[in-house]
C-alpha cells in the first residue's frame, strides 16, 4: 500500500467538493454529458473528503528534497509566479490530467490561481496504468480541485489502431474533442494540457491536434523546460516531483504494427513487473514475441546479474524473449526509424 501523504495546509482548497471527484468506484447512474459518446460514461466517487490524503508514491528521492540546485530558488518563484498569472488570465479552465508531473504541476498552479474553477479530467483508457489512474485521483485530491473520468476506447479511435506515424494525432484529437465538449457544456473558458517547451523538439503531432481545438499549453507558452517543470512540482509540494516520463503504452509499440489491447496489457505487465524488481526508469518496446528493455547505462550490471528474474518475469507478462537494448534508456528510441515524415490527410 502507498503511503499517505498529507497535504501542508496552504495547499488545501477551502472550496473543496467532495462530490465533484470522479474515480473508480460505483458506476455513475446519470444522464451522459451532452457531445459525447454513450460509451464516455463516468464514474462518481462516494461523497468522502479526500482533501487531506494523496498517494504518495516513491519514484526515488525522497519528496522533501530541494528543487533542482541548478535553478535558483528565485527562479523558480518567478516561474511560479508567471505561470500562475499566464493562468489566472484564463478565467476557468479544464485541464488534461494525466498524472504526469507536468500536468499536476498545470493543476497545481491552476488551483494557486483559480480555485474552485478548475476541473481536472483523465482519460481512463487501454493506454493508461492502474497506477496512473490512482496516482491522478490522489493528486486531484490533495490540491482540492474537482476530477472527473472520462471512459473510452481509444482503439475505437479511426486510424489509431494501425499505428501510422502520427498515432499521436488521432489520440489527441480524440481526448481535446471530449475536453471541449466538457468545457463549452459547462462554460469553462480553456482547455489545458501539459505540453512543456521540451516537447518543441521532438516529433509531436499531437500538437497538431492541440492547435486545432485551441488547446492552451502554458508551460510551452511561457518556455518552461522539463527540469524547471520538476523544480516547480517540489515547490508546490507534488509528490510525482521526480516521477519518471510515462508516455501512454501504445509508445512502446513500433510504428505499422497494430495496436491491439493483448499487446498493451503485456506491456504493461512487463514494465510493472520490472519496476517491481527495482528498476526505476525504464521502457519495454514491444517486438512480437521479444520484449526490448531499456534501462539507464549505469543499470546494466544489475540487470545482468538479475537476468533470471527479468527473464522469468518477461516470460510471465507473454514475451518468449527478453532483450537488454544496448544503447540504454531514451525517451522516443521508435521515432529514431523516422527519416522523412508525410502526415496522411485528416
Not at 495546509?9 to 460505483?26: C, E, M, Q, W, Y
Not at 486545432?212 to 512540482?233: C, F, H, N, Y
Request: glycine share 6%; charged share 25%.
Amino acid at each position: 500500500m502507498p503511503e499517505v501523504w498529507r497535504v501542508p495546509a496552504s495547499r488545501k482548497s477551502h472550496n473543496f467538493n467532495p462530490l465533484n471527484t470522479i474515480v473508480r468506484g460505483d458506476a455513475y447512474d446519470g444522464p451522459l454529458r451532452t457531445g459525447l459518446a454513450d460509451k464516455d460514461r463516468l464514474q462518481r466517487r462516494p461523497a468522502v473528503d479526500c482533501r487531506y490524503r494523496v498517494l504518495y508514491y516513491r519514484f526515488g528521492k525522497d519528496m522533501k528534497t530541494a528543487p533542482n540546485a541548478a535553478i535558483e530558488a528565485a527562479d523558480v518563484d518567478e516561474l511560479r509566479a508567471r505561470l500562475e498569472r499566464q493562468i489566472a488570465s484564463y478565467g476557468s479552465v479544464v485541464i488534461g490530467f494525466s498524472a504526469g508531473v507536468d500536468s499536476s504541476v498545470v493543476a497545481a498552479a491552476a488551483a494557486a490561481a483559480l480555485g474552485a474553477n478548475v476541473l481536472a479530467v483523465t482519460a481512463v483508457t487501454e493506454t493508461i496504468t492502474r497506477e496512473d489512474q490512482e496516482l491522478a485521483t490522489g493528486i486531484a485530491c490533495g490540491l482540492g480541485i474537482a476530477h472527473e473520468l472520462i471512459a473510452y476506447n481509444e482503439l475505437d479511435i479511426p486510424n489509431y489502431s494501425l499505428n501510422p506515424a502520427n498515432r499521436c494525432y488521432y489520440c489527441k484529437d480524440a481526448l481535446y474533442a471530449r475536453l471541449a465538449a466538457i468545457a463549452t457544456e459547462r462554460g469553462i473558458s480553456a482547455v489545458l494540457d501539459g505540453s512543456n517547451a521540451d516537447d518543441a523538439g521532438d516529433y509531436r503531432p499531437g500538437r497538431t491536434a492541440a492547435a486545432e481545438r485551441a488547446v492552451r499549453s502554458p508551460l510551452l507558452e511561457l518556455g518552461i523546460t522539463k527540469a524547471q517543470v520538476r523544480s516547480l512540482a517540489t515547490v508546490y509540494g507534488l509528490p510525482n516531483h521526480d516521477k519518471p516520463s510515462a508516455p501512454c503504452l501504445s509508445s512502446r509499440v513500433p510504428y505499422g504494427t497494430q495496436i491491439t489491447r493483448e499487446i498493451l496489457e503485456r506491456i504493461a505487465a512487463a514494465e510493472r513487473a520490472l519496476r517491481d524488481l527495482g528498476f526505476r526508469e525504464l521502457r519495454v518496446r514491444h517486438h512480437d514475441d521479444v520484449g526490448r528493455i531499456e534501462v539507464p547505462r549505469d543499470e546494466f550490471s544489475r540487470a545482468v546479474e538479475m537476468a533470471d528474474a527479468i527473464d522469468a518475469a518477461m516470460r510471465h507478462a507473454g514475451y518468449r524473449y527478453a532483450a537488454l537494448d544496448l544503447r540504454g534508456f531514451r525517451s522516443g528510441s521508435l521515432n529514431e526509424v523516422l527519416t522523412q515524415i508525410e502526415l496522411p490527410a485528416v
